[in-house]
């Protein structure tokens, strides 16, 4: 079917609130590159956002999933367990870093993930309440969307939000608030709202993904973690958008070397694949009676292959370094942008997890409108670019890390000739 005939199918059958504003359908995707319905060509910016760190298609997890569809393709690990779970279990455990021996449950989705973590520390402490941050993001489903440190468009239409949920600032100095500020805030919530005694656990992102891509220093990291310890609270690491290779290390919070008590994954975990994790210590998993945790789909064999060789594909191909070599090349673009463009401020990056301001004055006055007509312009030259933050005005890059150079150049260049256009 063509673009035009899907567009009228999803105007009569899909929900608007879940229906694309894009009007190209994807028909088939090579690593950073996709064709829609009517067999134009896009350069994927955005990887599904932050989903495909190792490309569309990589050989190795379409090669693992269709070897699984000839053996077992469903039992419900509840009911049957099998290989996959254990192995991407006992993976996992090795390699992410929270406090001694860790212990994994699966999930479907990154909001999953959250949901489940929230009840493994409150199952662990006792304890009812959680406390976020501002401009955080943590999933659509409900007790996500009330920790989600933005309204819209995630919660707008939906009512009271679940209780017991509080929030403190997250430090973007580049926004006015400080590091030192953010601690100010997050100690007065726990006097006036939030009462230690009743907090199970304080839960962020160690870089914000939809809230701009702004990454918390080391020493409010580490802040957290005495917090957290002083008050018996676990320390919830969001790594949905940040993790599996897209800063650089496998995990961001690794550049730290805080080590939490809870870390949550989602996104590039299987390329693709709907998979999540929450990993923790074994005391902290344990704390919850027999089936109190898991569903119907959670940790399917499929996903689970495809879990375990887009691992392999991290060993074997160099996963890591490729992305910090990409967010170095991204960071010298952007420098020159904002040699070049008034409006282009405040480039940064975390291995390839990077982003840049769209600002309208001296003053850093955030350009939303300039950010969304430079992500429509990109599109319609066969680039697929986002938004994000709080303010609507970063422009964030998700790109395979497995991009070749010559596509890299070919977006970085659309970018630019839509900035010549816009400004």
């Not at 929900?15 to 350069?43: M, Q």
């Not at 959680?130 to 401009?135: E, N, R």
């Not at 463009?341 to 004055?361: H, I, P, S, Y």
Request: proline fraction near 4%; include cysteine.
């Amino acid at each position: 079917m063509s673009n035009a005939e899907l567009n009228e199918l999803k105007q009569k059958y899909v929900a608007a609130g879940a229906a694309s504003p894009a009007t190209a359908f994807a028909d088939r995707a090579e690593n950073a590159e996709v064709w829609d319905a009517d067999g134009n060509r896009f350069i994927d910016f955005a990887g599904g956002i932050g989903v495909l760190n190792i490309g569309h298609r990589h050989p190795k997890v379409v090669a693992a999933v269709k070897a699984q569809l000839d053996k077992v393709m469903h039992t419900c690990q509840t009911v049957m367990p099998y290989e996959g779970y254990v192995k991407v279990a006992e993976k996992l455990s090795q390699i992410t870093p929270v406090r001694g021996h860790a212990k994994v449950m699966l999930a479907n989705s990154g909001a999953e993930a959250l949901e489940n973590a929230v009840k493994v520390a409150r199952a662990a402490t006792g304890r009812s309440n959680v406390i976020c941050f501002d401009g955080g993001y943590h999933g659509r489903t409900l007790f996500t969307m009330a920790m989600n440190g933005k309204v819209a468009p995630y919660a707008t239409d939906f009512g009271p939000m679940p209780g017991n949920v509080f929030r403190a600032p997250y430090p973007v100095p580049y926004h006015g608030v400080s590091e030192d500020e953010a601690i100010r805030g997050l100690k007065m919530a726990l006097k006036t709202d939030a009462n230690p005694k009743d907090t199970a656990a304080i839960i962020l992102e160690p870089v914000l993904g939809e809230g701009g891509f702004y990454p918390a220093s080391k020493s409010f990291l580490e802040k957290i973690r005495e917090i957290c310890d002083e008050h018996g609270m676990l320390m919830i690491i969001d790594e949905v958008q940040s993790g599996f290779g897209r800063t650089g290390k496998m995990f961001a919070i690794e550049h730290s070397g805080v080590e939490p008590d809870l870390i949550t994954m989602a996104k590039s975990m299987a390329d693709g694949m709907p998979i999540s994790a929450v990993v923790g210590t074994d005391k902290h998993m344990d704390a919850s009676g027999g089936n109190s945790l898991g569903g119907t789909y959670t940790g399917s064999p499929t996903a689970c292959a495809a879990a375990l060789a887009v691992m392999e594909v991290f060993e074997e191909e160099n996963i890591l370094e490729k992305s910090q070599a990409l967010g170095e090349k991204l960071a010298q673009r952007f420098g020159g942008w904002e040699d070049k463009f008034t409006c282009v401020d405040n480039g940064r990056n975390m291995g390839a997890m990077a982003a840049f301001e769209l600002v309208k004055d001296d003053h850093h006055t955030p350009d939303p409108e300039l950010a969304a007509k430079l992500c429509g312009k990109a599109r319609e030259k066969g680039l697929i670019l986002l938004s994000c933050g709080l303010y609507g005005n970063t422009i964030r890059f998700l790109m395979p890390v497995t991009i070749e150079d010559s596509v890299l150049n070919e977006g970085l260049d659309i970018v630019e000739a839509c900035l010549d256009e816009l400004t």
